[in-house]
Nanobody, 122 residues
Framework: QVQLVESGGGLVQAGGSLRLSCAAS????????MAWFRQAPGKEREFVAG????????YYADSVKDRFTISRSNAKNTVYLQMNSLKPEDTAVYYC???????????????WGQGTQVTVSS
């Protein structure tokens, strides 16, 4: 069965960095676009960053552009999110998702991971 397992979340001070990983199994990872979303308490799940199947294209929400970097290793069936210069407003549960088109909305995602908590203190 399809599984997406996020890891790497935790508590970090404002201005710090974290790298999230999402390990995929149960589907042909290398043929899917991948993306990261996040959801804070009481808020809707929102798009963070996306990447094409071969890493040819990346795209970001304006709120994280120039601070976050998405990447992937098809050999390892893993997608990453490097988060630098973290702000308290980045605090959320972060989810990875897979889509047959570039995921940018929650409805574009076919498969979801369980999420990993990121907390940025001030």
């Amino acid at each position: 069965q399809v599984q997406l397992v996020e890891s790497g979340g935790g508590l970090v001070q404002a201005g710090g960095s974290l790298r999230l990983s999402c390990a995929a199994s149960g589907f042909t990872f290398s043929t899917y676009a991948m993306a990261w979303f996040r959801q804070a308490p009481g808020k809707e799940r929102e798009f963070v960053a996306g990447i094409s199947w071969n890493s040819d294209t990346t795209y970001y929400a304006d709120s994280v552009k120039d601070r976050f970097t998405i990447s992937r290793s098809n050999a390892k069936n893993t997608v990453y999110l490097q988060m630098n210069s973290l702000k308290p407003e980045d605090t959320a549960v972060y989810y990875c998702g897979a889509g047959s088109i570039y995921p940018k909305k929650t409805d574009d995602v076919l498969y979801w991971g369980q999420g990993t908590q990121v907390t940025v203190s001030s």
